[in-house]
């Protein structure tokens, strides 16, 4: 009985208008604008006159001290060993 059915079964053809409701009409995007800045000489040498910013440079031009980064990672090993 199955394979009756199976055999007797046709398929509904398949159109072109049946996907003009799922699929989106493709368009070409509009081409892109160039950018165009008529003053770049201008703004060059206003770049390479700017003075340079260093993070941490203090005005006063004095000593600077400098610090011991490992003097804290000595002292919890030297109590680890004095408890064991």
């Known amino acids: 009985m199955y394979l009756r059915e199976l055999k007797a079964y046709k398929p509904t053809p398949v159109k072109a208008s049946d996907a003009e409701g799922h699929v989106h009409k493709f368009a070409v995007p ?3 604008k160039s950018p165009e800045d008529s003053d770049l000489a201008s703004q060059i040498k206003e770049y390479e006159s700017q ?3 260093v993070e ?3 005005q006063e031009a004095g000593a600077v001290q400098e610090q011991d980064w490992f003097e804290d990672l000595e ?3 030297e109590e680890a060993a004095e408890h064991h």
């Open 30 to 32: 509009a081409a892109p």
């Open 51 to 53: 003075t340079v910013e």
């Open 56 to 58: 941490g440079q203090t």
């Open 75 to 77: 002292e919890p090993v």
